[in-house]
């Protein structure tokens, strides 16, 4: 299992094939790519900020249950902080499991618990100004299902 937290962008392919290399007996490889949303047209930028050692004791925790619950072959989770432009990979996960639907129901566990759980704050960046992004109903929700 990797947990990387970083500022710098991400290759999403050389990382899927890496990963997909380092997997031993698994029949399916998920990966999902997270990217900065500007809905409105309006968006310059996201600033995405953490506390070291916290943040990644908590994504690690995420992960190992996911492992857990669905005997994972590995897990992959890489999140960026900084400021990101619209467009720009902000996080990528993958799951390798024997079956696909176990490799897609943990990356969805995954990403569903790193979008409400992972301690990171985002904050959105426009010409009308700054703005924290606050937390959804609908995230929370979404956790109810695990």
Known sequence: MR?????????????????TAGVRGAGAVVSFTGLVRDEGGSLSG????H???????????????AVRRWA?????????????APGEAIM?????????????AAAEYLMDYLKSRAPFWKKELSAGGEAWVAAKDADEDALKRW
């Open 3 to 19: 947990i990387v937290i970083q500022p710098e962008a991400f290759d999403l392919g050389a990382e899927v094939s890496a990963f």
């Open 46 to 49: 996201m600033e995405i900020e």
């Open 51 to 65: 506390y070291p050692g916290m943040t990644e004791k908590a994504i690690r925790g995420i992960a190992e249950e």
């Open 72 to 84: 994972l072959g590995d897990a992959l989770v890489i999140h960026r902080y900084g400021k990101l």
């Open 92 to 104: 990528m996960v993958a799951t390798a499991a024997p079956h696909r639907a176990d490799a897609f």
